[in-house]
């Protein structure tokens, strides 16, 4: 079975300051994705950001990094330059790469983030 | 237009009866997933299908049932709601891209039930 856990309920930021959401896994799997969503307060499921296993580099898109310590099992999302929009919860999830249910999300619990002008 | 459709987007229903929520994606997917979403708990997998023919339950499928219509349509129906099925629910999509485990997923904007 996969696990994640994002052991930060709520965050505050500072506005254009940087930010880190921690996320743990547990995964028997030798391959799999992790995946980053956004859950702004209107309720749609936004993502933002994909790190595989095998991936030599840590992924980045645009404002949004992802650190991937493999040997530790973390894959915590980085935002710079917050702006007030970033408030919102942001969920990590994993997938696993193989086997007959391949494809499947099991996410974390969620962090609150508020970024504060 | 979204490319990934649920309605109706709110719902209030009454204990004992029988609903159904429905999803309709234009992004040309093959597999399409049902979530709920509980206050302070992530997204939990109900049921999800890989194609028309091929359905399966998820971790918490007991209460409910579903149905792929076709590729780009896949509907989840309580047969007897009850007030712990009050949750958030979404639909969400992946297309096999060949690279395994990236198959990332899009949701619908959601559907909020209430059952009283």
């Known amino acids: 079975a996969q696990k994640i856990t994002q052991t930060q309920p709520g965050m505050f930021v500072q506005e254009k300051e940087a930010v880190t959401l921690d996320c743990t896994y547990d995964?028997?799997?030798?391959?799999?994705?992790l995946f980053w969503y956004k859950q702004p307060s209107s309720g749609e499921m936004i993502f933002l950001i994909y790190q595989g296993s095998y991936d030599q580099q840590n992924a980045t898109e645009g404002r949004y990094s992802l650190n991937f310590q493999k040997a530790r099992k973390s894959a915590n999302l980085v935002i710079s330059a917050s702006q007030l929009g970033d408030s919102a919860m942001y969920f990590c999830a994993i997938a696993r790469a193989g086997g007959t249910s391949y494809g499947k999300l099991t996410f974390g619990q969620g962090t609150i983030l508020t970024v504060h002008p | 237009d979204a490319d990934v459709t649920q309605t109706p987007r709110n719902r209030i229903t009454k204990t004992g009866k029988r609903i159904m929520l429905e999803c309709s994606q234009t992004k040309g997917h093959d597999r399409m997933y049902w979530y709920r979403q509980d206050p302070g708990l992530g997204l939990r997998l109900i049921y999800y299908s890989f194609d028309v023919k091929d359905i399966n339950k998820g971790e918490i499928s007991d209460g409910y049932s579903v149905s792929r219509q076709a590729q780009a349509k896949f509907s989840l129906s309580l047969e007897s709601a009850i007030p712990n099925q009050t949750a958030l629910y979404f639909c969400?999509?992946?297309?096999?891209?060949?690279?395994?485990?990236?198959?990332?997923?899009?949701f619908g904007p959601g559907t909020r039930l209430l059952v009283l």
């Open positions: 969400a999509t992946s297309d096999r891209t060949g690279t395994a485990g990236k198959e990332t997923q899009y």
């Open positions: 995964t028997s799997d030798p391959s799999y994705g």
